[in-house]
């Protein structure tokens, strides 16, 4: 069902499928687009100081979602939100959603294949920021990040690997490294989503909801395409990880 003829032929991965080339890919597009944007003050031509900022300003409000003008009509806004899964708003926010992307991305990937994977990852990410505008339509805050689309990984690899151990670092726990079974650490992360809902709001900040929209909807649509199928063969490690 997941094309292993062609898998044969491809790359070799850790886990000894065929190499995420599409993650590769996704992790490459988001870091060079950052790189040359305004966010990572590297680029002279956009100045410094006051100057950056509204380079910075002006970037986020032409390529972000920015709900008020989404929900407008207008024709062009509506592709914002492809766009602003590519971008972001600074190096925190860059390597944190890269990191999250190629720890499971490899083993979803390797699962549903590049193709899939790829519509899962955009699709579910638009979805994610047409949710939030839905929710904010008055905001003017612009909006951007891969976290809807990433998000999305982690729901389908709840629904594909939800024992595969993963390594987890907890504040509460004195930042020890312990692997839990996937099922236990993504059920505890997006009911943290969840709660952080609550102060969600239409200004700067993490914008939860879209966390668990995409999350939800990467499980849903895995669950849909898979429902009737079982995983056979060793269990793709994560990047990073051993082979369980």
Known sequence: MDGTDRAAAAPRGRGGGPRPLMTYALICCCGLLFLIGPASGLVP???TGRALAQAQSDYFDRWGVVPRAL????????????TALFLHGNWLH??????FLFVFGNAVEQRMGPVRFALLYLSAGYVAMLCYAA???ASGQSLVGASGAVSAVLGAFLYLYPRTRVTSVFP????LPLRFPAWVVLLFWLTLQ?????????????AYLVHVVGFTLGFLLVWLSYRRATVTGPTPACEGETKP
């Open 45 to 47: 031509s956009y100045g």
């Open 71 to 82: 929900l407008s009509g207008a024709t062009r806004p509506l592709l914002t939100p492809a």
């Open 94 to 99: 860059l390597l944190g959603n890269l990191l």
């Open 135 to 137: 929710a904010h339509p």
């Open 172 to 175: 509460f726990l004195f930042f």
């Open 194 to 206: 969840w709660l952080a809902t609550r102060q969600d709001g239409g200004g700067p900040g993490v």
